[in-house]
């Protein structure tokens, strides 16, 4: 009797220690297929810039696929640093085996080796790692890269004339770095005072100096849907200070290019956004003497603007190039209704010199398809 209770009671601590242990490998493959699988197929998770020579801005694109079978959202990009980023919007749905990618940006602030960890989670199960890595090497002539001076200050040296954010949608804030070489003898103190619009923002380190004969730098924050503007801008920015106790300020111009965000279209979506048509956007004036014309202003064109569509049509902007004189009121081209037009008369300035001249004006809208239009004038003088 006793015997048969022993092995009873053998074979029942061997399930159960068997389930145990089975049940222990499945909860670990679980865990480890749920950090693997993220069902984005990344072409790589690792890239090594090598050895560069500082820069205030690095950028690199991972490039993967949908896997899975079902559309995926990508609702988090954690990183390990404040100075990283990334500027994959999180808000789209991505279909089942459609091909995307995210933009990784770190920002340096110091010289040497770095590595930079992202995270990616989606609505689905799992993460996905991706790392930044490589070597900043120092600048090793300060008086040749920081070659442009500050007019208020011009022992305060910038690398660049001014600060360039280059082409950027109005739909989120952009961060640039400003980098700055104090070849003075004394620091420059921020006092944290500056005048600036509203659409930028300027963070700096945690000491607010700028030490005398090093490098510093401060992260210019633009935001493009808040200036309400398109194509070429430029605004300035003033940062009061103190350097050799004395109040002092620095003084500087930030630029910009514009343009209109839209979202991926396909042909039957596009269909129902406005679309502008030029009637003729080359006119050529002919040939005329110059002592016969009336003045600089006596040549004038006139374009037609149309919308071909169901929708009202913005022009965001028209920008004179040189030798152009729109004379147009905004208000009579700024909304064009649908299958209306909007007629645009310019200008054609005369030079004083004989020849062919052609003269060009730029159409910013919000036509998908081609928000930025080119309209050229030419004539022939004689």
């Known amino acids: 009797m006793y015997k048969i209770q022993f092995t009873l009671k053998k074979i029942f601590l061997s399930f159960l220690s068997s389930s145990l242990f089975f049940s222990l490998a499945f909860t670990l493959i679980s865990m480890v297929s ?3 699988n993220s069902t984005l197929n990344f072409e790589e998770t690792e890239f090594d810039f090598g050895k560069i020579e500082f820069q205030d801005t690095l950028v690199h694109r991972f490039y993967f696929k ?3 079978e079902d559309k ?3 609702v988090d990009i954690s990183t390990d640093c404040a100075c990283s980023f990334s500027n994959k919007n999180t808000d789209k749905n991505i279909e089942k085996e459609e091909h995307s990618f995210i933009e990784l940006i770190f920002l340096p602030y110091s010289y040497g080796n770095f590595v930079k960890v992202f995270t990616v989670k989606t609505d689905k199960a799992g993460t996905q790692t991706l790392m930044l890595k490589g070597e900043l090497r120092p600048i090793l002539d300060k008086e040749r890269d920081f070659k442009y001076t500050l007019e208020k200050t011009p022992n305060i040296q910038t690398r660049t004339k001014y600060l360039h954010f280059g082409n950027v949608l109005n739909k989120i804030p952009i961060t640039k770095k400003f980098e700055f070489y104090n070849s003075s003898e004394e620091d420059f103190v921020f006092t944290g005072k500056m ?3 509203e659409y930028l923002q300027v963070r700096f380190d945690s000491t607010h100096i700028l030490k005398a004969g090093q490098t510093s730098a401060i992260y210019v924050i633009y935001d493009p849907l808040l200036k309400n503007d398109f194509g070429y801008v430029e605004d300035f920015v003033t940062l009061f200070g103190e350097q050799n106790k004395e109040a002092s300020k620095l003084e500087f111009k930030v630029t910009a290019n514009v343009e209109e965000y839209f979202p991926t279209l396909n042909a039957e979506i596009l269909e129902t956004y406005p679309k502008l048509t030029i009637e003729n956007d080359y006119i050529n004036l002919g040939s005329h003497y110059l002592k016969k014309l009336d003045g600089k202003d006596s040549l004038e064109a006139t374009f037609v ?4 569509s169901n929708m009202p049509l913005k022009i965001h902007r028209i920008i004179e190039g040189y030798g152009c004189k729109l004379i147009t009121e905004k208000s009579e081209w700024n909304e064009i ?6 007629i645009v008369k310019v200008i054609f300035q005369t030079p004083e010199d004989r020849g062919t001249y052609i003269r060009s004006l730029t159409v910013i809208c919000n036509d998908p398809r081609k928000p930025i239009r080119t309209m050229k004038i030419q004539a022939i003088l004689r």
């Open 72 to 74: 995926i959202k990508i």
């Open 66 to 68: 949908n896997n899975s």
């Open 337 to 342: 209704a649908p299958h209306s037009n909007a």
């Open 195 to 197: 005048e600036i619009p």
């Open 305 to 308: 603007l149309k919308n071909a």
């Open 34 to 36: 749920y950090a693997q």
